[in-house]
């Protein structure tokens, strides 16, 4: 195996949060390309949250951002597995991240699942008008359609949205990198975001 | 006009925290009988929230209380006419205490008009059976239904509640008394309570 430079690994070390031996395996899959051993990782982190996300997360912490003035305000509940783990600094900063980025970033829905149907009905609707005077042949609109709906949930669910502080990633990929991190199923339950005048 | 022990004004104000003039008149009202004179301020108070519960509130904040241990939390909105009351310290004091209020005590809605219907309908139905058993009159059956429902309210919505830090008083009063205090409609407008595990 070649010997990869320390100095390197902790740089990774700093930009993922995860352990040295993951880091340093990543680097020698990507003949030191630190990029492609972020991208690597993000993709095992994806995995392992998948193989996680049956597990029970009956565990967590309610967590709450009110901006200065106190004219917004968000509660966020994320669940893990165990109470150690909701006790662990990396998840409860994960939590205060989040709430901040629902203030800032007003989502509707936690979810694509979750967005009312009839609004998406009557979104969609809308799209089909103007697409359909386009001239375009029936299935090029389809995947135009589907490129819109995806940019629509992109706006409007938490999960989908890049995330505030670091929009290379979504708030599901935090999530995932947080299940990687932790080696625990960790979910965003539930949020509520209050804004004085709407 | 009968003059008023300064000691007992003072006492007054203490436990209503109103005006010096409010305090002085309940006391020559009732004949220097603190306990009436409280129940006369409450009346008046009442009295000014009624004339003022139509005034628009758009202002207001939002303000927050998790229970130690981060397993309980609570986001509350409570609204009055101007900024400058917002950030008035009995303003900000109230809505601790209800955010405060509604962690201890879970109501499940605001005011009576915002329960589930089916839910109403379907726990009328049960004290209705239970009380047909007893073969008492109807009026009679319709007035301790009346009486139970009524029970119900003050079970599960905020307004009805008997007030956490003091229970002679349910917080729709403590709203009324701060609506007196300050001068502006004051308004809970809406609430929500997460709690690990429910």
Redesign the interface.
């Known amino acids: 195996m070649a010997k990869i430079d320390l100095k390197l690994i902790k740089k990774l070390r700093d930009r993922t949060g995860l352990g040295m031996m993951d880091c340093k395996h990543a680097l020698q899959e990507t003949n030191c390309d630190i990029e492609k051993a972020i991208e690597l990782l993000r993709k095992k982190g994806a995995d392992i949250a998948a193989k996680r996300s049956g597990r029970e997360t009956?565990?967590?912490?309610?967590?709450?951002y009110?901006h200065p003035g106190?004219?917004?305000?968000?509660?966020?509940?994320i669940?893990c597995e165990t109470d150690f783990v909701?006790r662990n600094d990396q998840f409860v900063q994960f939590a205060h991240d989040v709430a901040m980025h629902i203030a800032a970033m007003k989502p509707l829905y936690l979810r694509p699942e979750n967005v009312d149907p009839k609004f998406l009905e009557h979104e969609k609707n809308i799209l089909k008008e103007q697409l359909a005077e386009s001239g375009k042949p029936e299935k090029v609109i389809d995947q135009i359609l589907e490129g819109k709906i995806n940019k629509l949930y992109e706006n409007i669910c938490l999960l989908k949205q890049p995330f505030v502080k670091n929009d290379q990633l979504t708030v599901e990929q935090l999530q995932e990198e947080l299940i990687a991190k932790t080696g625990e199923n960790i979910k965003i339950h539930?949020f509520?975001r209050?804004?004085?005048?709407t």
Do not use: M
């Open positions: 009956s565990e967590g912490i309610v967590n709450t009110i106190s004219k917004i305000g968000v509660l966020v509940e669940n909701a539930r509520c209050f804004e004085i005048g």
